[in-house]
């Protein structure tokens, strides 16, 4: 498999100005990751200073306020827009999972400024969190009419548990054990991890009927030997590539999403629909939740900065730190 064959553009930082991600609002690009057991290529495409450079353009944006496209309205289009936020919210998380995987393997082995990983893991999770109220902000009856069935269609056991990205990151945010960070990193680490199973488990319930029992049954049941065709099939349904790609390109489709995702939210808000929108859950009127949801453009910021290369510390507070 050769880089050649994909779209040059996808590997691009986002340029200046208003929505450029794919050929119109809302469509799809693929993501390029390396296997997660492989690192990331010393060389590629992109350099850092393109990489930072596009990020303090979106900052400067995301201050003045995000350009915005026509507003989606109708069947139709939101159909389309919640689909766009199915897949471009999961390329989000395998890239938060890949980067968190390697601040958890340098803190494992003592590498590094160790406050600085355990700012960056807090960040990467709070992201995340973000992340599942994005991907689960449709409507029940969107959901099990259009992007439940195109899961099945691809297998009849489809499962988020194929997911490759994830394996690295799977204790983590299970919370079955709190990585070595340091100690007063701990409490924060700890009630994003639990913001986040909470937050999973209230989309669970607000979009599947017996969605929260069924989510813990399958985190529950002891983890089983999976087939390798089921992480490819994983990858082929959420349009994800595996190639070697460098660093700079890992951040620069991040930023690429990031950057769509604000236009997005600038456009139609986190819960577009109006009077389709269900009544959400228990889980998911916790004021941590809507604290969270204000964060959601903020958390972003934060983990594009960090997957630039830089420093949290650059980020003033009102630099979309939330």
């Not at 350099?47 to 995000?66: H, S, Y």
């Not at 600085?116 to 960040?123: F, G, S, V, Y």
């Not at 979009?207 to 099939?233: E, F, K, M, N, Y």
């Not at 349009?239 to 995702?261: D, G, M, N, Y």
Request: with cysteine; proline share 9%; hydrophobic share 40%.
């Amino acid at each position: 498999m050769t880089l050649a064959l994909f779209p040059p553009v996808a590997l691009r930082p986002p340029a200046p100005g208003g929505w450029d991600f794919s050929d119109y609002p809302y469509g799809l690009e693929p993501l390029t990751l390396p296997l997660p057991d492989a690192a990331d290529s010393p060389s590629g495409g992109v350099t850092p200073e393109e990489v930072e450079d596009a990020f303090r353009t979106l900052l400067g944006q995301t201050r003045q306020g995000m350009p915005t496209t026509a507003p989606a309205h109708g069947t139709e289009e939101l159909e389309r827009l919640f689909w766009f936020r199915w897949m471009i919210g999961h390329h989000v998380s395998f890239t938060l999972w890949r980067l968190t995987a390697g601040c958890l393997a340098r803190v494992a082995k003592g590498e590094g400024d160790q406050e600085a990983l355990a700012a960056a893991i807090t960040a990467y999770v709070r992201a995340y969190c973000g992340m599942l109220l994005y991907t689960g902000s449709c409507p029940r009856s969107l959901y099990q009419a259009s992007i439940r069935p195109s899961m099945y269609r691809m297998h009849s056991t489809f499962s988020g548990t194929w997911a490759l990205d994830y394996l690295p990151v799977r204790s983590l945010f299970r919370g079955r054990r709190t990585p070595p960070v340091v100690a007063s990193a701990v409490d924060a680490l700890v009630r994003e991890v639990r913001l986040s199973n909470r937050i999973h488990f209230g989309v669970s319930s607000k979009l599947v009927t017996g969605g929260r029992s069924l989510l813990q049954q399958s985190i529950d049941a002891p983890d089983a030997a999976q087939p390798r065709a089921w992480g490819a099939l994983f990858d082929c349904y959420f349009l994800t590539l595996r190639a070697p790609v460098s660093a700079p390109e890992i951040a620069a489709q991040l930023l690429r999403r990031v950057k769509a995702i604000a236009i997005d939210l600038a456009t139609n808000g986190l819960y577009p629909g109006g009077d389709q929108q269900d009544e959400p859950p228990a889980e998911l009127r916790h004021p941590d939740v809507a604290a969270c949801e204000r964060d959601l453009t903020g958390s972003l910021i934060r983990v594009g900065a960090l997957a630039t290369g830089l420093p949290l510390a650059d980020l003033d507070p009102g630099q979309g730190t939330g």
